[in-house]
């Protein structure tokens, strides 16, 4: 399977593989993008998401795939239903949000995500603050960058700058992506 064809489930043994200590493997990738904005998702016509249009370059330019992208505004009930149709999809081996992670009352992000997890990962949010913190200083506590497993799907949820998305997906989620979710999903292929 290329990227380039069509998206098969999580489970396809053409894309699954292990490492030399025999951890599952899943590549490449084919990751979901949900990009939450009440502003951009109030506009008509083309909408310009910067953040959600890095994490897919830097998914493709990494060998891997987007095959869903969406834009919610700031709900928790809204983005619910759009990560329960990621999520419900066999296509989908994670999901990246983006936005709506900060501290004020309408960044709602992360508590929507926290309904639909079965297991935190808080290595990554602590990973995130700490590499977040060489580039912005003590200003990184405001983010509440999070991720964990939610039906057997990784979902990482980011701030909304471009710079952030950036650093957690070239640092964070394609190095350890395709491992986290061979991991998550190795219970299917028994």
Known sequence: MTANGPPTPTTDPERRTTDDHGH?????????????STSRAETDGDVDDPGGDRIESLFEDAGHRVVDRRLVADSVGGIQRALDD???DDTVDLVVTTGGTGATVDDVTPDAVADRVDRELPGFGELFRELSYEEIGPRTIASRATGGIARDTPVFVLPGSTNAVELATEAIILPEGPHLVG????HLTD
């Open 24 to 36: 599952d493997l899943v590549s490449p990738l084919q990751a979901a993008i949900l990009t939450v």
């Open 183 to 186: 991991l998550a999903t190795r």
């Open 86 to 88: 990621l999520l419900d």
